[in-house]
């Protein structure tokens, strides 16, 4: 253990720093809207933060120590954008749907099928799905131009400015330039009772099982977070010359958020992006020396953490364009990805076009959301068009 204090350097603790501040502050606001969405209190806000921190710190630890690799896991950011777009689904309910990923993940890990599960999925399909749970960010984030027009243009000039010049920091430029201006104008209410200087705290949600939960956001959170997620990041750790064993990940992650779904854990997975500053040589020139990157990432998740009640505060405070601002923008990228995956091939491409229609549509029907039928619609497109090619 005291072997990663020797290890450590200054480059490594930097590295950590910059993966946590880019990760966190670009996406958390996509957890808040999240947890908002599914009704839940300041305090239960406050809880996911707590939480998804120390389900994250504590699996990047076990994993980093276990492999000597900087091996950073992080909250399952399309599967917060999947849940912000979910409507009529209560927060017990949602805590059974997190069991279910957590467990689907686990099972993957302890099986070794996640290489055979995801090939039953499309790529098209899975990118499709997600880019239709993102398209409603980016929506919301145009339509701010009614409410907040100076707000929205600076947010959007702040964002393509940061992605011309400093890619990893438009998200915290956008966040910095959108408080100034927000200000400016008056429009963040700040009040006594509202940021909260005392530590967060874990705060149990019972879970309730309907299959609708189940199959309508609990298998599509799996999905996303699998394919969208922990897919491309496995395939960065091994660009960068890390053969991180993938099932015991798999295993470690599913079991974290398993642990802490009940307080608001929704899905925990690999760091794609941010995880590669920890794999790099910016973290030091010795691959073998830059696994300490990923345990300064972890204490500083667990410091994040301990602070969810100041930021929920302070998103309540802030304007909703802001936070739908920041929020769809900052996904902006990921959106583009996911589309331009879906419509790669020519032979996917209807089947991808219906599943991100359908799951765009926010449609619900026998209780299940719209991600679920968008992934349905897909497979049938898929299973007629090779039934016609036969």
Known sequence: MGRWFQDLSKSSAVAGCVAVLIGFTGTVFVVFLAAQKLGATPAQTGSWILALGLGMAASTIILTLWTRMPILTAWSTPG???????????????????LLCGLLILIAGLTGWFTRIMDRIPLAVASALLAGVLARFGLDAVLTLQSTPLLAVALLVAYLLG???????????????????????????????????????????????????????????????????????????????????????????????????PFGGYAIGLAAFTGTICMGPEAHPNPARRYPSALVAALIYIVLGLLGLVFVGLF???????????????????????????????????????????????????????????????????????????
Do not use: C, H
Not at 81 to 89: F, I, M, N, P, T
């Open 80 to 98: 917060a954008a999947l849940l912000a777009g979910v409507s009529g689904l209560s927060l017990p309910e949602a805590v059974g749907a997190f």
């Open 163 to 261: 992605r011309r010049f400093r890619t990893r920091y438009a998200g915290v430029l956008m966040i910095a330039v959108g408080i100034v201006v927000a200000w400016l104008e008056g429009r963040i209410d700040f009040q006594a009772e509202s940021v909260q200087l005392v530590p967060a705290a874990l705060v149990w949600v019972a879970p309730v099982f309907s299959w609708q939960a189940l199959l309508g956001v609990g298998l599509p959170l799996f999905i996303v977070t699998m394919a969208s997620q922990n897919l491309p990041a496995v395939a960065a750790q091994r660009a960068m010359g890390f053969a991180a064993p993938v099932s015991r990940i798999l295993a470690v992650t599913g079991l974290a958020t398993l642990l802490t779904a």
């Open 316 to 390: 309540l405070a802030f304007p909703r364009g802001l936070v739908a601002g920041v929020g769809g923008l900052a996904l902006l990228s990921s959106l583009a990805g996911g589309l331009a995956s879906s419509l790669k091939e020519d032979r996917t491409r209807d089947a991808a076009m219906l599943t991100f229609l359908v799951t765009l549509s926010g449609i619900g029907f026998l209780g299940l959301a719209s991600p679920f039928w968008g992934v349905l619609a897909g497979a049938m497109a898929l299973m007629m068009q090779n039934y016609r090619s036969k």
